[in-house]
């Protein structure tokens, strides 16, 4: 492949090409999980949607198969969502437990999960998760974990609260992909840049953002999306939607999942040059952009999540049939 960008001195990536070059043919010798098996690590008492839109929108995309860990609480109210999904109820909520029981518990969540992790293609970590001390300590240690088996990770949401405090998580690790909303964004300049954002000259804070964490990749949401792992940047400004519901950053979560698998399955038979996490970020956000213009058109005022889920088929299939 030969650019991420577009010819000419903008910086908006070439989507269609990089669509065309990372999506994996549908072949009948092909079995079960090859085209991606993803885990969102995310649900409480408070959230159980957000985990669900990232975990199914992965699915709808062409993933095989979609993990769920969430707290016990969020399980049942999950799996009942959708029978596609794998919910495993392992996360606590320390208003559930005893603290002389928090140590035990700690163990037995990343038993679990090391019992699953070398067979996933990307992790998502943060919708939904919340915010509970306990709880974040138990997913830091499932991120240690992903990190030591080489497992690409998504961070959004409650996941980039948390890696903003404790960015060691994932400093220097090439293979973590952070998806800041604005808030999410201003939070992490303030931290690692000790500075506020400063829009004149964007593209190169994000670089240095992205920089500043040891090469991490950013996607920046907003107006336009921007993407820049310190070396690169580009942007996305396909036309979406102006409807702006909450949960399309969690569609955009499992959907940058499954194209950064794609893409790294594409870079290690040496198709593709770019960096994988780059190209997952550019083709997440494109999708979801174009699903979103499409519920649009549909549903105008009336237009949700899920409605823009039911068009992430129908669009990848306009941008490369099967
Ligand atoms: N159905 C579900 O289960 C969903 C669950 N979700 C989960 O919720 C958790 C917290 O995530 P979050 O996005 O609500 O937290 P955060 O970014 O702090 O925003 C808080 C406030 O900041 C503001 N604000 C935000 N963006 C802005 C912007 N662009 N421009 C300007 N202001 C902006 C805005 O404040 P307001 O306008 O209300 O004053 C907003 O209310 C997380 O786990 C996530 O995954 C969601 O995924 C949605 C679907
Ligand atoms: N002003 C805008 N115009 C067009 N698209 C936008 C705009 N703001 C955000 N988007 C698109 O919506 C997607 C989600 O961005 P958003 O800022 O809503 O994330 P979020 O706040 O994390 O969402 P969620 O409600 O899922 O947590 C992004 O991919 C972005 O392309
Ligand atoms: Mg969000």
Known sequence: ???????????????ISIFRSILPGLESSKHKGQAGKIAVVGGCREYTGAPYFSAISALKIGADLSHVFCTKDAAPVIKSYSPELIVHPILEESYSIRDEDKSSISAKVIAEVEKWMERFDCLVVGPGLGRDPFLLDCV???????????????????????????????????????????????????????????????????????????????????????????????????????????????????????FLSWARQCADKGEVSMNPTILGCVAGSALLRKAASMAFDNKKRSTLT??????????LQEICPV
Do not use: W
């Open 1 to 15: 492949m030969q650019s991420v960008m577009t010819s000419g001195p903008s910086l908006e990536a070439d989507s």
């Open 140 to 258: 830091s240690n499932i991120m240690k974990h992903a990190r030591e088996c080489n497992v690409p990770m998504v961070i959004d949401g409650d996941g980039l609260y948390l890696v903003t405090n404790c960015l060691d998580l994932v400093s220097g690790y090439p293979l973590a992909v952070l998806t800041p909303n604005l808030n999410e964004y201003k939070r992490l300049v303030q931290k690692v840049l000790n500075s506020e954002v400063n829009d004149e000259n964007g593209t190169d804070q994000l670089l240095s953002l992205a920089k500043g964490i040891g090469g991490v990749t950013i996607l920046r949401k907003g107006k336009s999306d921007f993407v820049s792992d310190g070396k690169t940047a580009c942007a996305v400004s396909v036309y979406g939607s102006p409807r702006r519901c909450g949960g399309q950053g969690d569609i955009l979560s499992g959907s940058v999942a499954v």
């Open 306 to 315: 899920g409605d823009i889920i039911e068009c992430l088929g129908r669009s």
